[in-house]
């Protein structure tokens, strides 16, 4: 059992979804990050999701591609992504974390290389939007076997067609993209998502998370609602942006996880 399974079976069992974050790892800069990142479960977060900075974002909107180039101008890398989280593990060994990214770093690093430093770093799972369930045999297969979690995103448009290929090694929780479209774009609908998680839900028993479009307390706890978790990420990053301090950012996330955790 993962950090992530363990998580879920503490929530449902306290009749609780789960709220997740996201923040980039690195943005403004590695000091602030880590503050921010050790800050998270103090201020309600269930599970963390990290994202690792990358040059060409193909998921994210523009609130998230420029917190990845703020990260890069900065000097952050792979590495120092999992050296973050190896410094929070030295205080947390039970908030799990997701790191979130793109195939080409963990390319560049070695699959083989990637996965060890990652559990030796305390990284539980990861969604890497650009693998197809058709490429599983590139990291999801290997990550599995290591014992990381490998989180499937599904859409709006994961017909019933395409969902049977989607979850088959899929492990930890589907992530359930709200909005057809990019991060930080559009508002998620509450009755709409409740209806796809329930078709979701006919063909597997993982917990489903939402996210996209998920913007203020009151949209998580709509979405908790009708979901096993909710996940912020864009209101989040905009704040950094915008030259919150760390105290203000946590402040936030503290009214986003008592939004969800109130469903």
Do not use: W
């Amino acid at each position: 059992m993962t950090r992530i399974d363990a998580k879920f079976a503490e929530l449902k069992a306290a009749g609780k979804s789960a709220f997740v974050s996201y923040t980039m790892a690195g943005d403004p800069d590695y000091a602030t990050s880590l503050e921010v990142l050790k800050g998270l479960p103090a201020a309600g977060v269930d599970i963390i999701e990290l994202g690792a900075p990358f040059t060409d974002p193909m998921a994210d909107g523009s609130t998230i591609q420029l917190a990845g180039q703020r990260a890069l101008d900065a000097g952050m890398t792979l590495n120092k992504t999992l050296q973050m989280v190896a410094e929070f593990r030295e205080k947390d060994d039970t908030t799990p974390i997701v790191m979130m990214g793109y195939y080409n770093p963990v390319y560049n690093h070695g699959v083989d290389a990637f996965i060890k430093d990652a559990m030796k770093a305390g990284i539980d799972g990861m969604i890497i939007v650009d693998l197809p369930p058709e490429e599983d045999d590139e990291l999801c297969i290997p990550a599995t076997e290591a014992g990381m979690n490998f989180i499937r995103l599904t859409t709006p448009t994961t017909d019933a067609r395409r969902l049977p290929k989607v979850l088959p090694n899929t492990s930890g929780f589907i992530y359930y993209v709200a909005i057809t479209g990019i991060t930080g774009a559009g508002s998620a609908n509450p009755e709409t998502v409740g209806k796809e998680i329930a078709r979701i839900k006919q063909s597997s028993d993982l917990p489903v998370c939402v996210g996209f479009g998920i913007k203020t307390p009151e949209d998580a706890r709509a979405m908790a609602a009708v979901a096993d978790g909710a996940v912020v990420g864009s209101a989040i990053v905009q704040r950094l942006a915008d030259g919150q301090s760390p105290a203000q950012i946590l402040a936030f996330v503290k009214e986003l996880s008592d939004g969800a955790h109130g469903a």
